[in-house]
């Protein structure tokens, strides 16, 4: 052993330190996301103290807070009505994205061809097709479910249209030269290495679902929380308002907390070596 070489109780009290700062930085980020929010809430709170803000231009959250102890009964009944017109436009999409995406990205002449008539289809503000699914539907959940699924479904078709098509060509040779037939290429790799595409896709597409739902309750419900944030500012009850609007955050961060949870389960071998927190080997 050279002489300038630790000595293996040193190694040992260096690896024990370094699993010692892993830990801790895996504890402050757990609690960095609380701290952050309880931070800006009481600013929030401090500013509108300070410069003496009336409650109808900006609430400060202990009057949010309290809105949400007197009205949380219609508070909680319309927020389960946004979340479960939320999910079923949100499960839609998923079914309806996941194919069309695996159809587009196991095809080029697919992908040419309906590529622009999506991205047309996107670049229409949903808010001027809810006026249209009124004439159609009538007011009530069904709009607001389409208007969840036409939102979310755009980002679901793209990243697993993208996950496919990129599988690499002198992949799909060989295993074409191996016999492989194209339903067996995708099945067992297109697929495999599209859903880290896919994940991302469902936690960007479930925040924007809830944006779909609200923007259908403010014009064409009668219950959700758009609704119920529409005839709030209709009274000029402006703390209500901004309780409709953090409880619909929590919402979404719930379900993207979901979709992570899933993710890592899933498809965690695609997130190996992220963790800049494990403690490395000794000697490295």
Sequence with gaps: ??????SPTAAQRRIDAMAVAARRRRRLQAA???IIILGSFLLWEVICRAFAIEPFVLPAPSAIGASMVKWWLPLLDNAWQTLVTTLIGFALAIVFGLLLGVAIGSSTLLYHGLYPLLIAFNSVPKVAVVPILVV?????????????????????VVNVATGIATVEPELRDVLRALGARPADIIRKVGL????PYFFASLKIAITVAFVGSIMAETVAANKGIGHLMMLASSRFDVPLVFAGLIITGVMGVIMYVV??????????WAM???DSGQAPVAGV
């Excluded at 052993?1 to 630790?6: E, G, R, Y």
């Excluded at 979709?259 to 965690?268: F, H, K």
Aim: hydrophobic residues 50%.
């Design 1 to 6: 052993m050279p002489p300038d070489a630790p």
């Design 272 to 274: 190996r070596g992220q």
């Design 32 to 34: 960095l996301p609380w």
């Design 136 to 156: 159609w539907f009538g007011i009530g959940t069904i709009p607001a479910v389409i208007t969840a699924f036409l939102i979310s479904f755009f980002p679901i």
């Design 259 to 268: 979709a992570v949870a899933v993710e890592n389960r899933t498809t965690g």
């Design 192 to 195: 495999p290495r599209a859903m």
